[in-house]
């Protein structure tokens, strides 16, 4: 894997494209949060009662700010990749300069993450507005980089997907068979604790379940019985992702 400066020139390219869709992107990206926090926060929260001793509201947002980091750097690796890759020819244009399908491939899943980042980065505006803020100032400093780490870990495990999809309709195995039982398997709406001991252990693979535990921990400023197993586990799948995605498309694109 050969990697340069040129990453940026990738994603600064997706940056001034992006700008022609900054209006629609941004009420939708606004509006996903304002849906989770009204709709379970506040409607289903008067039926929950206290978590912790406090409202389930503040149960709720770290694990949807994770969630919503993943489902947006994942769709943009998925979808906004394949257009650039069959439909609009990016790729093509980008490999035939100086920018290595490498660099292209990376500067891809940075643009995932930053996507993750403004989704999260909105629904943490939204969430402040409820009144449910971090514990301290400089957990939010730390959970926006946190929410980069997870971009660049879905945008990843996204873009393998993307490298051995032949159609648009391949995503929907992905998107319905792993992104949606992790959305409600991974501890974002409900505690664990109790669900069945199987399903459980299931969740333990899951990955989106460890990021909502240090998302949770970060934000509530409680540490959390196995954190350091689940920040180890991220970072190595994390660095696992990245390089079989790079790889794996890097033969797609150069055939």
Same mark, same amino acid.
């Not at 873009?159 to 974002?188: C, H, K, N, Q, W």
């Given at each position: 894997?050969?990697?340069?400066y040129?990453?940026?020139y ?9 700008? *022609? ?6 009420l $939708? ?11 379970f ?5 008067a039926?929950m ?28 690796? #998925?979808y906004?990749t ?16 100086? $920018?290595?399908?490498?660099?292209a491939?990376?500067?891809?899943i940075?643009w995932g993450?930053?996507r993750? /980042? ?6 943490m505006?939204?969430?402040l507005?409820m009144?449910?803020?971090?514990a301290?100032?400089? *957990? !939010?400093?730390?959970?926006?980089l946190f /929410?980069?780490f997870?971009g ?7 873009m ?7 159609s ?6 992905y ?7 992790m959305?409600f398997f991974?501890g974002v709406?409900?505690? /664990?604790?109790?669900?069945?001991? =199987? ?10 379940t460890?990021?909502?535990r $240090?998302s949770r921990?970060l934000?509530?400023g ?6 350091? =197993?689940?920040?180890?586990? #991220? !970072? ?15 033969k797609?694109?150069?055939?």
């Amino acid at each position: 894997m050969s990697l340069s400066y040129r990453i940026a020139y990738v994603f600064l390219r997706n940056l001034y494209s992006y700008k *022609r869709f900054i209006l629609p992107t941004f009420l $939708v990206s606004l509006v996903e949060p304002l849906f989770y926090l009204v709709t379970f926060g506040v409607g289903m929260g008067a039926y929950m009662g206290a978590f912790g001793g406090r409202p389930y509201l503040h149960f709720l947002v770290p694990g949807v700010l994770a969630s919503t980091a993943m489902m947006s750097s994942s769709f943009e690796c #998925l979808y906004g990749t394949f257009v650039k890759i069959v439909h609009e020819k990016v790729y093509d244009s980008l490999v035939a300069t100086p $920018v290595s399908a490498d660099d292209a491939v990376a500067g891809d899943i940075a643009w995932g993450s930053f996507r993750g /980042l403004v989704s999260g980065g909105l629904m943490m505006t939204v969430a402040l507005a409820m009144g449910v803020a971090p514990a301290a100032a400089w *957990r !939010a400093l730390v959970l926006v980089l946190f /929410l980069v780490f997870i971009g660049v870990l879905f945008g990843s495990l996204a873009m393998i997907v993307t490298s051995i999809s032949p159609s648009f309709d391949f995503f929907s195995y992905y998107t319905e068979l792993v992104i949606t039982p992790m959305l409600f398997f991974s501890g974002v709406f409900f505690p /664990l604790d109790r669900f069945p001991g =199987w399903m459980k252990a299931l969740a333990e693979f899951l990955p989106l379940t460890h990021a909502v535990r $240090v998302s949770r921990a970060l934000f509530g400023g409680a540490a959390a019985p196995g954190l350091g =197993w689940s920040l180890a586990l #991220l !970072a190595a799948v994390a660095a696992a992702a990245f390089t079989v995605s790079v790889r794996m498309m890097r033969k797609r694109l150069i055939k």
